[in-house]
């Protein structure tokens, strides 16, 4: 500080270049936090539509979501990565190709529909990662051998991790930490 307090003046060689550095930073930050909010929220939505199958429309009636075949059914796995593996809170791990088949397998045994859904609880974001933890919900028609087709609920608490890859999410990683079934009047029938 000059005499009585007064601040000397910045010459104009260096004045100019610092105040073009402070506005394009303060732009840069004015600019470019709420698109990243925004970005992470649209992410977010993607993922959820993947989650409830809104790429999967059945061939019986248009319905979104619903799986009625063995084929519709490995379409479905389209968003999972080459190296994706599921681990069940037994410790069993299984690959893509190992739950698409089980599906089929269903299928081909009674498996009528099948419809899931997800409630996203947590959801991270950072560059092309999420990491989601949601509680899901399965809604299943089964035919018996007697001909008569029943309802079977699985709900589920999950962490999955997700990559962007070419622009598009895949799923890498789940981890069930619960799975429970249910019978058509309520009564549980397995708990993983």
Same mark, same amino acid.
């Given at each position: 500080?000059?005499?009585?307090?007064?601040? /000397?003046?910045?010459?104009?060689? &260096?004045?100019?270049?610092?105040?073009?550095?402070?506005?394009?930073?303060?732009?840069?930050?004015?600019?470019?936090?709420?698109?990243?909010?925004?970005?992470?929220?649209?992410?977010?939505?993607?993922?959820?539509?993947?989650?409830?199958?809104?790429? &999967?429309?059945?061939?019986?009636?248009?319905?979104?979501?619903?799986?009625?075949?063995?084929?519709?059914?490995?379409?479905?796995? %389209?968003?999972?990565?080459?190296?994706?593996?599921? &681990?069940? /809170?037994?410790? %069993?791990?299984?690959?893509?190709?190992?739950?698409?088949?089980?599906?089929?397998?269903?299928?081909?045994?009674?498996?009528?529909?099948? %419809?899931?859904?997800?409630?996203?609880?947590?959801?991270?974001?950072?560059?092309?990662?999420?990491?989601?933890?949601?509680?899901?919900?399965?809604?299943?028609?089964?035919?018996?051998?007697?001909?008569?087709?029943? /309802?079977?609920?699985?709900?589920?608490?999950?962490?999955?991790?997700?990559?962007?890859?070419?622009?598009?999410?895949?799923?890498?990683?789940?981890?069930?930490?619960?799975?429970?079934?249910?019978? /058509?009047?309520?009564?549980?029938?397995?708990?993983?």
């Amino acid at each position: 500080m000059g005499a009585k307090g007064i601040v /000397p003046a910045m010459p104009a060689k &260096i004045a100019r270049p610092a105040l073009f550095l402070l506005f394009t930073l303060l732009s840069f930050f004015a600019f470019s936090l709420p698109v990243r909010a925004q970005t992470a929220e649209e992410e977010k939505k993607a993922i959820l539509a993947l989650y409830q199958g809104d790429d &999967i429309v059945s061939t019986n009636g248009g319905e979104k979501g619903i799986i009625r075949s063995a084929e519709q059914a490995k379409q479905s796995f %389209k968003h999972y990565a080459k190296d994706y593996v599921c &681990i069940f /809170p037994d410790g %069993k791990k299984q690959t893509a190709q190992d739950l698409q088949n089980q599906l089929t397998m269903m299928f081909r045994n009674g498996l009528q529909s099948f %419809k899931a859904d997800a409630d996203i609880t947590k959801f991270v974001f950072k560059d092309n990662t999420a990491t989601v933890e949601m509680n899901g919900k399965a809604t299943m028609e089964l035919r018996r051998k007697d001909g008569i087709t029943v /309802p079977l609920i699985t709900e589920s608490k999950g962490r999955d991790f997700w990559v962007k890859e070419k622009g598009q999410w895949l799923i890498k990683r789940s981890r069930l930490l619960t799975n429970k079934g249910f019978a /058509p009047d309520g009564t549980q029938v397995y708990q993983q």
